[in-house]
């Protein structure tokens, strides 16, 4: 499938990005299929005012590198402008409910993006908000990563289905975004995590049944090996996401034998590649030689968290193109 002429099935027709379980196989393949016409363009030089005159509110409680830039350059970039707000910078800090803030920024913005930790707060301020909500992150999901990823194994595979994608580590939101969108894309997906520190069940529970309708298969193991085995593409991410930092140390005994290595690695096929959210502890979830390495296209998935969010933000705040 070429989705840079893909044809959409039904108009797209979300009014908010919480998250990818809500979205059906169509409506993310017109999310990429932008992304990729949106960066195409970009690098021709050929300008996209697509939200001339329009602001995103950044609502942030976690802080981040690539959230912010990602967002802030890609409003600037079609046309609109993007207004940071900390949690100590608006009245969310200070204890105004989360109803009263999604009903006072609707009258002023055209969109809002959240990064923060409860899936639960993004829920209430889209349930209020009369403009686009957009999940930057939570603790339970990152759609916008998800997104970024699976636009990046498009541009590295030239397709989607039936590819395996192996995942290391902690079953983090990360994770639980990467079994939603590899399942109901058609992405074979294989998770090696340690005991106790497996994805979400409901997320688990969700993906098999996206699985069994679009053709992939979902397999959760102990053995890192095994996930790997003849894998195209191979991911990580930290052990100890924002907020587990205290748990560090003791996270390690467990989650030393998923490290992605040389070893290990040499287990997916000869032409997979790497692929990391961002920041990494280089000799921790993954070695230098690795994340470093020819296969490594973890700075293409950064820089794709530009494009595909800037699709997001046509889709649900320009009415598409």
């Given at each position: 499938?070429?989705?840079?002429?893909?044809?959409?099935?039904?108009?797209?027709?979300?009014?908010?990005?919480?998250w990818?379980?809500?979205?059906?196989?169509d409506?993310?393949?017109?999310?990429?299929?932008?992304g990729?016409?949106?960066?195409?363009?970009?690098?021709?030089?050929?300008?996209?005012?697509?939200?001339e005159?329009?602001?995103l509110?950044?609502?942030f409680?976690k802080?981040?590198?690539?959230?912010r830039?990602?967002?802030?350059?890609?409003?600037?970039?079609?046309?609109?402008?993007?207004?940071?707000?900390?949690?100590?910078?608006i009245?969310?800090?200070?204890?105004?409910?989360?109803?009263?803030?999604?009903?006072?920024?609707?009258?002023?913005?055209?969109?809002?993006?959240?990064?923060?930790?409860?899936?639960?707060?993004?829920?209430?301020?889209a349930?209020?908000?009369?403009?686009?909500?957009?999940?930057?992150?939570?603790?339970l999901?990152h759609?916008?990563?998800?997104?970024?990823?699976?636009?990046?194994?498009?541009?590295?595979?030239?397709?989607?289905?039936?590819?395996?994608?192996?995942?290391?580590?902690?079953?983090?939101?990360v994770?639980?975004?990467?079994?939603?969108?590899?399942?109901?894309?058609g992405?074979?997906?294989?998770?090696?995590?340690?005991k106790?520190?497996?994805?979400?069940?409901?997320?688990?529970?969700?993906?098999?049944?996206?699985?069994?309708?679009?053709?992939?298969?979902?397999?959760?193991?102990?053995?890192?090996?095994?996930?790997?085995?003849?894998?195209?593409?191979?991911?990580?991410?930290?052990w100890?996401?924002?907020?587990?930092?205290?748990?560090?140390?003791?996270?390690?005994?467990?989650?030393?034998?998923?490290?992605?290595?040389?070893?290990?690695?040499?287990?997916?096929?000869?032409?997979?590649?790497?692929?990391?959210c961002?920041?990494?502890?280089?000799?921790?979830?993954?070695t230098?030689?690795?994340?470093?390495g020819?296969?490594?296209?973890v700075?293409?998935?950064?820089?794709?968290?530009?494009?595909?969010?800037?699709?997001?933000?046509?889709?649900?705040?320009?009415?598409?193109?």
């Amino acid at each position: 499938m070429d989705l840079f002429d893909y044809k959409p099935e039904k108009p797209f027709s979300q009014k908010h990005l919480v998250w990818l379980k809500d979205y059906t196989q169509d409506e993310i393949l017109q999310i990429i299929s932008l992304g990729l016409k949106l960066k195409k363009e970009f690098k021709e030089g050929k300008p996209n005012r697509t939200l001339e005159g329009k602001t995103l509110a950044m609502v942030f409680s976690k802080s981040s590198t690539r959230t912010r830039v990602s967002f802030e350059v890609g409003m600037y970039q079609l046309g609109g402008m993007a207004l940071f707000l900390s949690a100590s910078d608006i009245q969310l800090g200070r204890g105004e409910t989360i109803a009263d803030t999604a009903r006072v920024l609707s009258r002023m913005v055209d969109g809002i993006m959240i990064r923060t930790f409860k899936q639960s707060d993004v829920d209430e301020l889209a349930e209020y908000a009369a403009v686009p909500v957009i999940n930057g992150l939570t603790d339970l999901v990152h759609p916008c990563q998800a997104l970024a990823d699976i636009m990046t194994l498009y541009e590295q595979k030239g397709g989607l289905q039936g590819l395996k994608l192996a995942y290391m580590g902690d079953g983090n939101n990360v994770a639980n975004s990467l079994l939603t969108i590899c399942s109901k894309l058609g992405v074979n997906i294989s998770m090696a995590c340690p005991k106790g520190y497996e994805p979400d069940d409901g997320m688990i529970d969700r993906a098999k049944a996206f699985a069994a309708r679009s053709g992939s298969s979902v397999i959760l193991t102990h053995e890192p090996e095994a996930a790997v085995q003849g894998a195209d593409a191979v991911y990580t991410d930290v052990w100890a996401s924002m907020g587990e930092e205290s748990e560090t140390e003791v996270r390690k005994r467990f989650f030393i034998p998923y490290q992605v290595n040389g070893a290990l690695f040499s287990l997916a096929k000869p032409d997979a590649i790497f692929l990391h959210c961002l920041p990494c502890h280089r000799d921790e979830e993954v070695t230098a030689d690795v994340v470093d390495g020819p296969a490594s296209a973890v700075i293409d998935e950064a820089e794709n968290r530009l494009h595909v969010q800037k699709a997001v933000l046509c889709l649900l705040m320009g009415g598409g193109r």
